[in-house]
T-cell receptor, first 114, second 115 residues
Framework: NAGVTQTPKFRVLKTGQSMTLLCAQD?????MYWYRQDPGMGLRLIHY???????AKGEVPDGYNVSRLKKQNFLLGLESAAPSQTSVYFC?????????????FGPGTRLTVL | AQTVTQSQPEMSVQEAETVTLSCTYD???????LFWYKQPPSRQMILVIR??????QNATENRFSVNFQKAAKSFSLKISDSQLGDTAMYFC????????????FGEGTQLTVNP
């Protein structure tokens, strides 16, 4: 199993450009999440999904959109990138809400917006 | 809303010694879970240990153990026999049992193990 994979690993955008980050998991997990990590801060939840076709807002959703058309994939979109969105983005997945259903994280995507 | 605070931005320890990382949290929930995650330079987030709030017994995983004080809302991580591979950023995280699946993270503590 590959676990949780993220594409791309690095990206540089200009202000106003758009892009989509792809997260894929092969563990048949129901729940998927997108976080961002900024220097001096822990991970903050952007959006999450509790199943195929569902999405919900997290702590910092503004400027991002998500889609979960297939159970194994969770896409994060930036419609008009801003320098404030420069960050490392992590995707995670979990089977459920019990304590033993840990969240498995991808390797992260480093995004720079100029 | 929940908050998680790690008051030690950086810590260092000599190889083979013991170190304790601090974490406090604030919540009105009674049932919740607490976690410690490790993030080495590779950036990969790795679960180190987990604790259920209703369990009084402190969790232990090999060299890693926690001191969970529910009344004080404190959840510290003790690393025994520190190894060079323990060098990483450590994050404390909180998740309510009933309010969805969100993890709230602390700011992190950078631990360096010196040879």
């Amino acid at each position: 199993n590959a676990g949780v994979t993220q594409t791309p690993k690095f990206r540089v955008l200009k202000t106003g450009q758009s892009m989509t980050l792809l997260c894929a998991q092969d563990m048949n997990h129901e729940y998927m999440y997108w976080y961002r990590q900024d220097p001096g801060m822990g991970l903050r939840l952007i959006h999450y999904s509790v199943g195929e076709g569902t999405t919900a807002k997290g702590e910092v959703p503004d400027g991002y959109n998500v889609s979960r058309l297939k159970k194994q994939n969770f896409l994060l979109g930036l419609e008009s990138a801003a320098p404030s969105q420069t960050s490392v983005y992590f995707c995670a997945s979990s089977q459920g809400l019990a304590v033993y259903n840990e969240q498995f994280f991808g390797p992260g995507t480093r995004l720079t917006v100029l | 809303a929940q908050t998680v605070t790690q008051s030690q931005p950086e810590m260092s320890v000599q190889e083979a010694e013991t170190v304790t990382l601090s974490c406090t949290y604030d919540t009105s929930e009674n049932n919740y879970y607490l976690f410690w995650y490790k993030q080495p330079p590779s950036r990969q987030m790795i679960l180190v240990i987990r604790q259920e709030a209703y369990k009084q017994q402190n969790a232990t995983e090999n060299r890693f153990s926690v001191n969970f004080q529910k009344a004080a809302k404190s959840f510290s991580l003790k690393i025994s026999d520190s190894q060079l591979g323990d060098t990483a950023m450590y994050f404390c995280a909180f998740r309510p049992q009933t309010s969805g699946s969100r993890l709230t993270f602390g700011e992190g503590t950078q631990l360096t193990v010196n040879p």
